[in-house]
């Protein structure tokens, strides 16, 4: 079994390794789509809770927020997303949902 006395110079080759920074970070969630501005965000919040409220059912909800409405002009949810007249747009459909 050779040993060698350790030098200044095998210490720097040792801790160089150490010292260097990884490429890149493992267990980093990658998002690749466009993340919702907190104002958005906030309003879409509200949409779902307004359609929930309205609709008393999760599965109701969901279908009416995601599908194609044509007196809305576009999907509920896009539009409560989009600004806050989508917004009203969508809470007031959903209050003359839930009045019929």
Partial sequence: MDLEPATPETQSEAAAPAS????FKRFR???D????????AARQGK?????????????AMIAFLNTHDDALG????DLAVE???????????L???AGS
Avoid: H
């Fill in 20 to 23: 260097e920074k990884p490429q």
């Fill in 29 to 31: 969630k990658r998002f």
């Fill in 33 to 40: 789509t466009v993340r919702l501005s907190p104002d958005a």
């Fill in 47 to 59: 949409a779902a809770t307004a359609a929930f409220l309205a609709l008393k059912d999760r599965d």
């Fill in 74 to 77: 576009g999907r509920p949810i």
């Fill in 83 to 93: 600004s806050d007249a989508g917004l009203k747009a969508v809470e007031a459909a």
């Fill in 95 to 97: 209050a003359a949902v």
